[in-house]
């Protein structure tokens, strides 16, 4: 130990250290620094955090959606002011009037690149905003164009034996919830919209991962 002080002491008497020394030291440095990027998987760790990101989107919005209705007895794009005239009061997104997404067929889709906000009068996220139960500038952040952030809002007519449940999904993009995804349909794919869980129940309940028979599930709140 010593010895190992009076190399790091600079002036006259000190030994210093040698190339192969600091060679040695920068060496063991970037063994340990790669095994340590090799332990965390940094992409994962993106991924995970743009997932959370969506999770956290997604629960917002569905929120502001369930205190829209309590307020006015009627969801955002069913009302007289923020809805389509067409379609007052009605409670599924019909595909004739707004714009609903080919995968999931089911889905409006909110985000992305394929997505094109309704025409001015037609557009129930601004019914969201202009009743401040979100903030315009969380909608916008929603809107952006070339967002990578897609979310898919399912809401099913009401009827005997249907979910009629408002349910806001998303791709997942990383691994740990992809394969949360996939645990998520094994339990209840029965009561998730039909596009969230795209294998067979039977798929499912054999203990499906990830990537063996299944890869286009969503992630879906509540």
């Known amino acids: 130990m010593k010895k190992f002080v009076n190399k790091l002491r600079i002036g006259p008497g000190s030994g210093g250290f040698t190339m192969i020394e600091l060679l040695v030291v920068i060496a063991v440095i970037g063994v340990l620094a790669v095994a340590v990027l090799s332990s965390i998987n940094p992409l994962e760790q993106i991924n995970k955090g743009r997932d959370t990101k969506k999770r956290s989107n997604a629960a917002q919005l569905l929120n502001a959606i369930d205190r829209f209705y309590a307020i006015h007895e009627v969801f955002p794009w069913g009302h007289a002011t923020y809805g389509d005239p067409t379609i007052i009061n009605d409670d ?69 034996g249907i979910d009629d449940s408002v349910y806001i999904c998303f791709t997942p993009s990383s691994k740990a919830f992809e394969q949360q995804a996939v645990d998520e349909c094994t339990l209840r794919k029965s009561l998730l919209p039909g596009s969230a869980c795209p294998q067979a129940q039977g798929d499912y309940d054999s203990g499906t991962t990830f990537g063996a028979g299944a890869s286009d599930e969503l992630i879906c709140l509540p």
């Open 92 to 160: 599924e997104f019909p595909s004739g009037v707004y714009t609903v997404e080919a995968t999931p067929a089911d889905a409006y889709l909110i985000g992305g690149p394929d997505y094109t906000a309704p025409a001015s009068g037609d557009d129930w996220l601004t019914g969201l905003s202009g009743t401040d139960e979100v903030k315009e500038s969380f909608i916008n952040q929603l809107e952006a164009a070339g967002s990578t952030n897609s979310l898919y809002v399912f809401k099913a007519a009401e009827a005997p």
